[in-house]
């Protein structure tokens, strides 16, 4: 099992910047990758950004190309979420996860343990 614990969320205006953290409980020598989705109220869970723990590969969805970056602290077994330039559409409970399985990295069904999640509002 692995424990995953985000945060970081809260409320900002448009064009300002977040960093989320995602800290896990272990090292993750049998999981492949960790990505984080969000969800929007009314809305589908949707893939934001992905990171191989093995070679630091990293993927983002389109929306967030070029403001959002995701990294890791293998010391601190944490992967960060800085989100810059941010839009009320990114407004959303944001959830790290975790996999074992090299798969399509935006397809949530293919992660075996999911955070609680951390709220993430931009509005002026």
């Known amino acids: 099992q692995v424990q995953l614990v985000e945060s970081g969320g809260g409320k900002v205006q448009p064009g300002e910047s977040l960093r989320l953290s995602c800290a896990y409980s272990r090292v993750m020598l049998d999981y492949y990758a960790i990505g984080w989705f969000r969800q929007a109220s009314g809305k589908e869970r949707e893939g934001v950004s992905w990171?191989?723990?093995?070679?630091?590969?990293?993927k983002y969805a389109d929306s967030v190309k070029g403001r959002f970056t995701i990294s890791r602290d293998d010391a601190k077994r944490t992967v960060y979420l800085q989100m810059s330039d941010l839009e009320p559409e990114d407004t959303a409970v944001y959830y790290c996860a975790t996999t074992n399985r090299l798969a399509t990295w935006y397809i949530d069904t293919f992660y075996n343990f999911w955070g609680q999640g951390t709220q993430v509002t931009v509005a002026s």
């Open positions: 990171i191989n723990l093995g070679d630091g590969t990293t």
